[in-house]
């Protein structure tokens, strides 16, 4: 079971898989899509693809929202992440939504490069800059950027030492694009 969330036109499957359920439907090329925004089930048995649609459409994050995410992949200028938790609406999403960081959206300041800032697994704490999904994310300004970082090597989380990133395992400092509220700090 996925609790991963579909859009209208994501490709659920092919026809020779499954057939077109509720909330599902068949393009001229096979494929068996979702109609609607929901979560995706799959009966292997009757081979049947359905969606259910969201039931509480205040679990989708909004404009202006904040927002927490899971950096999935970096790229040479866009990171993609998942959303999880919407601040001040929901404990933790049921379900995930898609959202992209531009390089551009990292800092007031230049950011040469993205892996300065984001890596993989990061867990983000940003702004919404869009109203559907995918959505786009900013984390400029000193309460948005990573909250909860992990060690490029030993992948064992990374504590905040005053300004710098430092896994007490390997004993090497990293660096990232570190909000206000780290979760992790050095207590002295
Ligand atoms: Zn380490």
Not at 44 to 68: C, E, F, W
Not at 159 to 187: D, G, N, Q, W
């Amino acid at each position: 079971m996925s609790n991963e969330l579909v859009l209208p036109g994501d490709v659920l499957g092919v026809i020779e898989e499954y057939f077109p359920g509720q909330g599902a439907y068949q393009d001229d090329d096979g494929n068996v899509r979702s109609q609607i925004i929901g979560i995706p089930a799959f009966d292997l048995k009757g081979h049947v693809a359905t969606v259910r649609g969201i039931t509480s459409p205040m679990a989708m994050p909004k404009k202006n929202d904040v927002v927490l995410a899971r950096i999935t992949d970096v790229k040479s200028n866009i990171a993609s992440a998942k959303i999880f938790q919407v601040e001040g609406k929901h404990p933790r999403s049921p379900y995930l939504f898609s959202g992209f960081l531009h390089v551009s959206r990292i800092s007031t300041s230049y950011v040469k490069s993205i892996y300065d800032a984001v890596r993989i697994g990061d867990v983000i704490r940003a702004q919404v800059l869009t109203s559907t999904p995918p959505y786009i994310l900013s984390i400029r300004g000193k309460d948005y950027g990573v909250v909860l970082a992990y060690c490029s090597s030993c992948l064992g989380p990374l504590i905040l030492r005053s300004i710098s990133l430092y896994c007490p395992r390997c004993k090497k400092m990293e660096k990232r694009k570190v909000a206000f509220k780290y979760y992790i700090r050095l207590r002295v």
